[in-house]
């Protein structure tokens, strides 16, 4: 890929003001321009604090080398609310980052910090809720929608201040299958329609070998690797090491080659398993 | 959910429904104002028949109002009878100890229940009729002329709106808490009054920290979504005056004139 870096993390330590242990320990991490990013590790391997950096909820240690640079600007004390503007993030529990009162208010909330104007906010939230189909929720309150629902209400939120990167921090944890998958194929949907760069912090490993152009895997606090899916996951006894699981179709793979079945590298989903699989019947 | 005042919107698609919460809010207060205007038995049926319109004009079942009412009745007869027996003048009809019945105490007492079940049934109808969020959008508007003495109304009014959002988020956290407590051997209605205000601390505790939870978490998401303080915010809920506010404002000024005659006479 040939495309310019849109994120860029250099030489970032994190050390959280309450704790002792250094939380992240140099990070250097590129993301491409219209990419997708599965960031995945065990429980407190400090993915979350890895995106808490990006947008400047969390400022990073003071070190000389630390620069965290976003669509070409340097985070700083300064330019953080610029950056904020071209950060939309999702965060874990939806009930808890639902600030309006109705759906439509909640959509309107980042437009209203931005100063926008009233009859654009209308149209604004109009179509940010289209895109996400809740359009007919808009005067619906929060204690009335399901969790799949509320985390639409809040990627529509964010597609209505038109980022530039979407995060979703764990989005889709919380929710069952049927709403996890239909929440991935909206955002991948509207990444394709409005050319987003994606970063998305999962424990779903399955998630990040479908939908990812590159996976990161951390392990406390450090980055062990970085690479596409199929690189990632051929590693299998270090996933294992660090805690993690394979995905599905890895799994497979691996239990079949111990029968001396060997598939090719480069079939990574279910569809081309069952193909080759198939075929491979045919053969024999 | 049923139970709590602030949830008891009932939603309707009468003509006082399409009033505009600011006018409804005025109209509240002003009645409440107007009602000590009335003096005699023709200024107080006037106010009667006037929210007897209002309370059919909301097309709801008499229950409803009724609902209103009843928490409230015991403090309304409290009242009654002590007007009742406590005021001297007129006619006396009976007399025993420092209990009088007078005919004044009898129109008094009559007066003061009329009074108390009118203010009632008219902040029934307001709170029935209006979405907790436009009284909240009401009220900041009446608020406004404060700013002029520094008061941050824009935050107040982010403060209300929040905690009007979180009043069914908690409530259901609330049902979890108990239900997840009970199931553990926690008995919330049993007992003398120490040991259910003992019961309550596995409730309560819980329940405060996942509120500073939730409130550490929405703030996050606040930061992120670009909130940083009231200035340069633009509104997207927007209140409009229409003419059926006129009417309610206008009748309310027909009322008045109407008991300003009356009283006189």
Same mark, same amino acid.
């Given at each position: 890929?040939?495309?310019?870096?849109?994120?860029?993390?250099?030489?970032?330590?994190?050390?959280? +003001?309450?704790?002792?242990?250094q939380?992240?320990?140099?990070?250097? @991490?590129?993301?491409?321009?219209?990419?997708?990013?599965?960031?995945?590790?065990?429980?407190?391997?400090?993915?979350?604090?890895?995106?808490?950096?990006?947008?400047?909820?969390?400022?990073?240690?003071?070190?000389?080398?630390?620069?965290?640079?976003?669509?070409?600007?340097?985070?700083?004390?300064?330019?953080?609310?610029?950056?904020r503007? /071209?950060?939309?993030?999702?965060?874990?529990? %939806?009930?808890?980052?639902?600030?309006?009162?109705?759906?439509?208010?909640?959509?309107?909330?980042?437009?209203?910090?931005?100063?926008?104007?009233?009859?654009?906010?209308?149209?604004?939230?109009? &179509?940010?809720l289209?895109?996400?189909?809740? !359009? /007919?929720?808009?005067?619906?309150?929060?204690?009335n929608?399901?969790?799949?629902?509320?985390?639409?209400?809040?990627?529509?939120?964010?597609?209505?201040?038109?980022?530039?990167?979407?995060?979703?921090?764990?989005?889709?944890?919380?929710?069952?299958?049927?709403?996890?998958?239909?929440?991935?194929?909206?955002?991948?949907?509207?990444?394709?329609?409005?050319? @987003?760069?994606?970063? =998305?912090?999962?424990?779903?490993?399955?998630?990040?070998?479908?939908?990812?152009?590159?996976?990161?895997?951390?392990?406390?606090?450090?980055?062990?690797?970085?690479?596409?899916?199929?690189?990632?996951?051929?590693?299998?006894?270090?996933?294992h090491?660090?805690?993690?699981?394979?995905?599905?179709?890895?799994?497979?793979?691996?239990?079949?080659?111990?029968?001396?079945?060997?598939? +090719?590298? !480069?079939?990574?989903?279910? !569809?081309?398993?069952?193909k080759?699989?198939?075929?491979?019947?045919?053969?024999? | 959910?049923?139970?709590?005042?602030i949830?008891r #919107?009932i %939603?309707?698609?009468?003509?006082?429904?399409?009033?505009?919460?600011?006018?409804?809010?005025?109209?509240?207060?002003?009645?409440?104002?107007?009602?000590?205007?009335?003096?005699?038995?023709?200024?107080?049926? @006037?106010?009667? @028949?006037?929210?007897?319109?209002?309370?059919?004009a909301?097309?709801?079942? %008499?229950?409803?109002?009724?609902?209103?009412?009843?928490?409230?009745?015991?403090?309304?007869?409290?009242?009654?009878?002590? &007007?009742?027996?406590?005021?001297?003048g007129?006619?006396?009809?009976?007399?025993?100890?420092?209990?009088?019945?007078?005919?004044?105490?009898?129109?008094?007492?009559?007066?003061?229940?009329?009074?108390?079940?009118?203010?009632?049934?008219? =902040?029934?109808?307001?709170?029935?009729?209006?979405?907790?969020?436009?009284?909240?959008?009401?009220?900041?508007?009446?608020?406004? +002329?404060l700013?002029?003495?520094?008061?941050?109304?824009?935050?107040?009014?982010?403060?209300?709106?929040?905690?009007?959002?979180?009043?069914?988020?908690?409530?259901?956290?609330?049902?979890?808490?108990m239900?997840?407590?009970?199931?553990?051997?926690?008995?919330?209605?049993?007992?003398?009054?120490?040991?259910?205000?003992?019961?309550?601390? %596995?409730?309560?505790?819980?329940?405060?920290?996942?509120?500073?939870?939730?409130?550490?978490?929405? =703030?996050?998401?606040?930061?992120?979504?670009g909130?940083?303080?009231?200035?340069?915010?633009?509104k997207?809920?927007?209140?409009?005056?229409?003419?059926?506010?006129? #009417?309610?404002?206008? =009748?309310?000024?027909?009322?008045?004139?109407?008991?300003?005659?009356?009283?006189?006479?």
């Amino acid at each position: 890929m040939s495309k310019e870096n849109i994120i860029s993390l250099q030489h970032v330590y994190f050390t959280y +003001p309450s704790g002792k242990n250094q939380v992240l320990k140099d990070i250097n @991490l590129d993301i491409k321009k219209g990419s997708w990013t599965s960031i995945v590790g065990h429980n407190g391997s400090g993915k979350s604090t890895v995106t808490r950096l990006i947008n400047g909820l969390l400022t990073p240690d003071d070190n000389p080398d630390t620069k965290i640079i976003v669509d070409n600007e340097v985070l700083t004390e300064k330019t953080v609310w610029d950056i904020r503007d /071209k950060v939309g993030m999702v965060f874990q529990n %939806p009930d808890n980052q639902f600030v309006g009162a109705t759906v439509a208010d909640d959509v309107a909330f980042g437009l209203e910090n931005r100063g926008v104007a009233h009859d654009e906010m209308v149209e604004r939230v109009n &179509q940010a809720l289209q895109w996400v189909g809740m !359009e /007919k929720y808009a005067n619906s309150e929060p204690s009335n929608l399901s969790g799949g629902q509320k985390q639409r209400v809040a990627i529509a939120g964010i597609l209505a201040i038109k980022p530039k990167i979407i995060i979703l921090d764990e989005a889709t944890a919380m929710l069952d299958p049927n709403g996890r998958n239909s929440i991935l194929r909206l955002v991948k949907r509207m990444k394709e329609k409005n050319n @987003l760069t994606v970063i =998305s912090i999962t424990h779903d490993v399955d998630e990040a070998i479908i939908e990812a152009d590159q996976v990161v895997v951390l392990n406390d606090g450090k980055i062990l690797m970085q690479d596409n899916p199929i690189n990632v996951f051929k590693n299998s006894n270090l996933i294992h090491k660090i805690g993690l699981e394979l995905p599905f179709v890895f799994e497979l793979k691996q239990k079949l080659a111990e029968n001396s079945i060997d598939i +090719p590298s !480069e079939i990574n989903t279910k !569809e081309k398993l069952v193909k080759y699989l198939c075929q491979l019947n045919s053969k024999m | 959910m049923s139970k709590i005042i602030i949830g008891r #919107y009932i %939603p309707g698609n009468a003509l006082i429904y399409k009033m505009d919460p600011r006018g409804k809010l005025l109209a509240t207060i002003f009645f409440v104002c107007i009602i000590f205007l009335a003096n005699n038995w023709l200024s107080y049926g @006037l106010i009667c @028949l006037f929210t007897l319109a209002t309370v059919l004009a909301t097309k709801l079942k %008499p229950k409803v109002f009724w609902d209103g009412v009843k928490p409230l009745i015991g403090l309304v007869f409290f009242t009654s009878l002590l &007007q009742l027996f406590f005021t001297i003048g007129g006619k006396i009809y009976w007399q025993w100890w420092i209990f009088t019945l007078s005919s004044y105490g009898i129109t008094n007492a009559i007066y003061i229940f009329i009074r108390f079940t009118l203010i009632i049934l008219i =902040s029934t109808v307001m709170t029935v009729t209006t979405m907790p969020l436009e009284i909240a959008d009401a009220m900041e508007w009446l608020l406004t +002329p404060l700013k002029f003495v520094k008061v941050p109304v824009d935050k107040i009014a982010l403060v209300m709106s929040i905690a009007l959002r979180f009043v069914p988020t908690l409530f259901d956290e609330t049902l979890k808490i108990m239900n997840a407590q009970r199931s553990r051997g926690a008995d919330f209605n049993n007992g003398g009054l120490i040991t259910r205000a003992k019961a309550i601390a %596995p409730l309560l505790v819980p329940l405060f920290i996942s509120s500073l939870q939730t409130a550490i978490d929405l =703030s996050n998401a606040m930061e992120a979504r670009g909130y940083r303080g009231s200035e340069g915010r633009t509104k997207y809920r927007v209140l409009n005056w229409s003419k059926y506010d006129f #009417y309610n404002l206008f =009748s309310f000024v027909i009322l008045i004139i109407l008991l300003l005659i009356v009283r006189a006479h």
